[in-house]
C-alpha cells in the first residue's frame, strides 16, 4: 500500500513540474502549484484565499478618498476595487480613461467617466500579473501609464491577488508572456 502511495505522489509530482514548465507566465498557477504537494487542509485554505475579495478593501478605501481614479484595465482586480468603493461611498465621483473599451467596459459603474489620461487622476489603478519585491509585471502600456503618473507625483495603487505576489521559488521560475513588461516603481 505504501509503495502505491508513494508512486501517486511521484506522479503528482510529475505532473505538477510539468505544469509549470508549460505555464511559468502564470502566477497564480504557479502559487496553486507550489502548494500542491501540501497536506489537504493547506489545499483548502489555498482555494479560499483563490476566491476571497477581501484584499480589495484596502484598495478600495484608498480610492474612495480620491475625487478621480485613473484606470487601465477591465481586469477582475480593477474592476472589484472600483465596485468596493462604491459600496465606501467617499469621495470617488469620477474615472479618467482615455481607452474607449475600459470606459465602456466600466460603464455600469455610477461614476463620472471623463475621457483623459489616467495618469491624470491623483490615484492611478496598475493592473498587475505578477509582483516581486518592489517590481510589478504588467501591460507595457500600464507601465509607460504608470511611469508617467509617477512623474507627476501621483499615488500608484497596484492591484494584484494576493496570490500574484511571488515566493522566492515562484520568481525564479515565472517567464511573463509576450507584452509583459517589468516595472520599478
Given at each position: 500500500?505504501?509503495?502505491?502511495?508513494?508512486?501517486?505522489?511521484?506522479?503528482?509530482?510529475?505532473?505538477?513540474?510539468?505544469?509549470r514548465a508549460r505555464r511559468p507566465d502564470?502566477?497564480?498557477?504557479?502559487?496553486?502549484?507550489?502548494?500542491?504537494?501540501?497536506?489537504?487542509?493547506?489545499?483548502?485554505?489555498?482555494?479560499?484565499?483563490?476566491?476571497?475579495?477581501?484584499?480589495?478593501?484596502?484598495?478600495?478605501?484608498?480610492?474612495?478618498?480620491?475625487?478621480?481614479?485613473?484606470?487601465?484595465?477591465?481586469?477582475?482586480?480593477?474592476?472589484?476595487?472600483?465596485?468596493?468603493?462604491?459600496?465606501?461611498?467617499?469621495?470617488?465621483?469620477?474615472?479618467?480613461?482615455?481607452?474607449?473599451?475600459?470606459?465602456?467596459?466600466?460603464?455600469?459603474?455610477?461614476?463620472?467617466?471623463?475621457?483623459?489620461?489616467?495618469?491624470?487622476?491623483?490615484?492611478?489603478?496598475?493592473?498587475?500579473?505578477?509582483?516581486?519585491?518592489?517590481?510589478?509585471?504588467?501591460?507595457?502600456?500600464?507601465?509607460?501609464?504608470?511611469?508617467?503618473?509617477?512623474?507627476?507625483?501621483?499615488?500608484?495603487?497596484?492591484?494584484?491577488?494576493?496570490?500574484a505576489h511571488l515566493s522566492k521559488q515562484?520568481?525564479?521560475?515565472?517567464?511573463?508572456?509576450?507584452?509583459?513588461?517589468?516595472?520599478k516603481p
Open positions: 500500500m505504501q509503495f502505491l502511495v508513494g508512486v501517486e505522489r511521484y506522479r503528482l509530482q510529475d505532473t505538477v513540474a510539468r505544469l502564470q502566477p497564480l498557477l504557479l502559487a496553486v502549484t507550489e502548494e500542491a504537494m501540501a497536506p489537504a487542509a493547506r489545499m483548502a485554505e489555498l482555494t479560499d484565499q483563490l476566491v476571497d475579495r477581501s484584499w480589495v478593501r484596502e484598495m478600495a478605501t484608498r480610492a474612495a478618498h480620491h475625487d478621480s481614479v485613473g484606470v487601465v484595465s477591465l481586469g477582475d482586480g480593477t474592476r472589484a476595487v472600483l465596485e468596493v468603493a462604491k459600496e465606501l461611498g467617499g469621495q470617488l465621483s469620477a474615472l479618467l480613461t482615455d481607452q474607449r473599451a475600459v470606459a465602456a467596459g466600466l460603464s455600469y459603474l455610477p461614476y463620472t467617466i471623463i475621457p483623459s489620461p489616467a495618469e491624470e487622476a491623483p490615484l492611478l489603478l496598475l493592473p498587475a500579473l505578477a509582483v516581486f519585491q518592489g517590481r510589478v509585471w504588467t501591460s507595457a502600456f500600464a507601465a509607460r501609464t504608470a511611469e508617467r503618473a509617477s512623474e507627476r507625483g501621483c499615488a500608484i495603487e497596484i492591484v494584484a491577488h494576493p496570490l515562484n520568481r525564479k521560475e515565472f517567464r511573463p508572456a509576450a507584452g509583459v513588461t517589468d516595472w
